[in-house]
């Protein structure tokens, strides 16, 4: 099992969540933690090795390393600003 590593940010913005979005996102990071192969994820094009995940209405930015999965980033699916804080914070 990996451990799960949120950033200030990612922290945060879960927190800020309503209950039912929140527990969406929190089951998708316990699959992660299970076995980070098992929800489809896509590399990000030009952050690689960042990772994106599809949780409800929420993508999270994540990366995995050896028995870490260090969340980046969790935001919108529906608009690019969670593209845009990625691409001002210069991660890669």
């Not at 993508?59 to 969790?74: G, K, N, S, Y």
């Amino acid at each position: 099992m990996r451990t799960i590593e949120l950033s200030k940010q990612a922290g945060a913005f879960l927190r800020q969540l309503p209950g039912k979005q929140a527990r969406q996102i929190i089951e998708r990071l316990d699959l992660l933690a299970e076995d980070a192969e098992k929800p489809p994820s896509e590399i990000l094009k030009g952050y690689a090795p960042m990772r994106r995940l599809r949780a409800g209405e929420y993508r999270i930015v994540f990366v995995v390393e050896d028995d870490l999965v260090q969340v980046r980033l969790i935001g919108k699916r529906n608009d690019d600003e969670i593209y845009k804080t990625l691409e001002r914070s210069g991660q890669k």
